[in-house]
């Protein structure tokens, strides 16, 4: 799964922020991605590997912004090849914070997410790595 859809997927939808946002590069593709993220329950490591035929070209946090309401990108920088993000979302009954980074040379790509939530009281801890790798053409 590449960056794009890998974060998508971890986090709920997120709204749309003004066109500027920090975008990183990588070569569109068949990428294999190599996830591994704790439990929030047990806090178990569980890892998957996916491949999928990624057409974008470009990550930038914004993207995965759109749709949810209540959620805000507070942060997004580029430097060098590493995209660093910070957002946040209210939630009924709540709020979860999503800091990351990803780091790509365009065939290859690491990542992390430390995502807080902190809903009735209760507060949950889900940390994310992956590692991605082009592996091809779709």
Known sequence: MNPKRLVAAALICLPAISAGAAVIEFNPGLWETVMTRTNPMTGEPITETRTE?????QFDPASMMQGAQGCNLIEDSLQGDTLQFLMECDMEGGQA???GQFQTDGETGTGNMDMSVNAGGMQMEMNMNWTAKRIGDC
């Open 53 to 57: 035929c990624v057409q974008e070209s």
């Open 97 to 99: 914070t999503i800091d």
